[in-house]
Structure formats: C-alpha cells, structure tokens
C-alpha cells in the first residue's frame, strides 16, 4: 500500500513537472514578443553577440510610435463589434438548427445535416469569392457587416448544439408537451437553457476564429478606419519593414483585448474548452 501511495505522489510530481515545462515552452514566444518591443533594431537583430534583454535602457518608446501611428481605438472598435456580432449570430443559428436536427423531423433532414458535415470538412478559403461577391452585392463593403457575414452561421457551432440536445433526455420535452408547449415554447423555455455550456464553447471558439480571422479582414475592408487588428498588423508589416521592435510592440498592443477577456472569463474559457472535448 505504501509502494502505492508512493508511486501514486512521484506520478503526480512527474506529471506537474511536465506541465510546468510546457507552459514554460509557450510562454516563451510571448516573452521574446515583450522583450523585443523594448530593444533598439540593432538589438533586436543582433546575433553574435545575442541580446536576451535591452543593453542600456528598455524603449517603451516604441509603444507610443506605434500608438500615434495607427489608430488603434479603431482597430479594437471593429475587432470587438465582429466579435460580439459573429458570437450573437453563430449562437443564434446555431442552437435553431441545432435543435431541429437533434428533436425535429422534417423531409431531407438526414441530406441536410450531410451538407453541414460536408462544409466542415471544406477548406473555409473556398467560400471567399462567393461570399465576397454577395457582401459587395449587398454593399457591405468596408463595414462591419461585412466583416460579420461568413461568420453568421457556423456548421461546427450546429454540430456542436446538435449533440448537446440529444444528450438530453426526451422526457423534459415530452412534460412540457403535456403541459401545453408548442415547438417554440419548448425550445425557448425548456431544452435552449439547458445547452448554455456547449453554447459557451462555440462562443469561445468564434471569438477565438474571429480574432484570428486575416484574410477576410483584409479583403472585405480596405481602409484603415474599417479594417480589424489582425489586418492592421499585416499592414504596419509593410510599413515598418524590419523595424522588429516597433512590430513587436504593434503586436503586444493588439494582443491586449484578448488578454483582458481571458482573464475575466477564464472560468467560462476553461468549462467551455472542457465541454466541448475539442483541442484550440
């Protein structure tokens, strides 16, 4: 029993020894990204010797250049305002499809949920000229309704809800039947409550994809008072060259948004990783 409990104890030192290295491991590439930020170019570049940490004095300059050089107000107004809009309507489409897949019977319901499966497995870079071609239609060029559009519906999000409700059970629905439900009631009321963590989950992972989305930013908005964060950095790249420290502190700025929202939701980041069962 002793050999047991001792075992069991070095398992579990072992295992935290290995995460804490991982998470030293990633860490990592952030702490290059702040340091670099506050050395000079020559600094930053230099190899033989090699600089871990600013020589002489640490630039926080470079923020203000960078700072005064793009209007990066603007830049977090439309990356918040794509963000909130492709999580309200990935949500909302994708707990009504969702639920008429999992509970509902309706003619071609089986051909239908096969074309969702069947967008997932398409690279996302093949709908880009046809949905490209339908926001300039509908003159949402350089807006932010552009830059919602491909995010409206999301086929993971309708997989993902779709077997939430049928995990649960029927007798839930068939009470609120007895009690005088119609299908909207029960939805609304009954069955939509009840998959708040899986809708948690794909809120996480659109903002994630949202945040992360380059070429449809750079697509769909042109001009610097429309464009989002991502987008924005691709373009400082062709400003500045290879001014490293100045695009390092362009990045730490823009980076910022996503930390802040971590870290006051990071209960419902983590319940929700662990709900969905998915890898980042």
């Not at 047991?4 to 020894?17: G, P, Q």
């Not at 008429?100 to 003619?107: D, E, Q, T, V, Y």
């Not at 003159?139 to 519906?153: I, K, Q």
């Not at 390092?248 to 929700?272: E, R, T």
Request: proline content about 4%.
């Amino acid at each position: 029993m002793k050999n047991k409990k001792y075992l069991e104890s070095k398992s579990t030192e072992i295992m935290y020894a290995i995460l804490i290295i991982m998470a030293f491991i990633m860490l990592v590439p952030f702490a290059w990204m702040i340091l670099t930020a506050v050395k000079t170019n020559q600094e930053a570049i230099s190899v033989d010797p090699f600089y871990i940490f600013p020589q002489i004095t640490w630039h926080w300059e470079n923020f203000v250049t960078v700072w005064k050089s793009y209007n990066f107000l603007i830049l977090y107004k439309n990356t918040l305002l794509m963000i909130f809009f492709r999580i309200l309507w990935a949500c909302l489409t994708a707990t009504l499809a969702g639920y008429a897949f999992a509970r509902l019977r309706f003619p071609g319901k089986n051909f239908l949920f096969a074309l969702v499966l069947i967008q997932m497995m398409i690279p996302s870079q093949i709908f880009i000229i046809p949905q490209y071609l339908m926001v300039s239609k509908l003159g949402w060029l350089n807006t932010t309704s552009g830059l919602v559009f491909p995010g409206m519906v999301s086929a993971f999000g309708t997989y993902l809800l779709k077997t939430a409700f049928e995990g649960l059970p029927r007798d839930l629905e068939e009470a609120a039947n007895m009690d005088g439900c119609n299908v909207g009631q029960r939805f609304l009321f009954v069955m939509m409550p009840l998959t708040k963590s899986a809708m948690v989950s794909l809120g996480i992972f659109t903002a994630l994809f949202a945040f992360k989305d380059l070429m449809w930013p750079m697509i769909v908005c042109t001009t610097s008072t429309t464009t989002t964060l991502s987008a924005g950095l691709a373009k400082m790249q062709g400003q500045y060259g290879t001014e490293y420290p100045t695009m390092m502190a362009a990045a730490v700025i823009a980076v910022i948004p996503m930390i802040v929202i971590y870290v006051i939701f990071q209960k419902q980041f983590v319940k929700g990783i662990a709900t969905s069962g998915l890898k980042l």
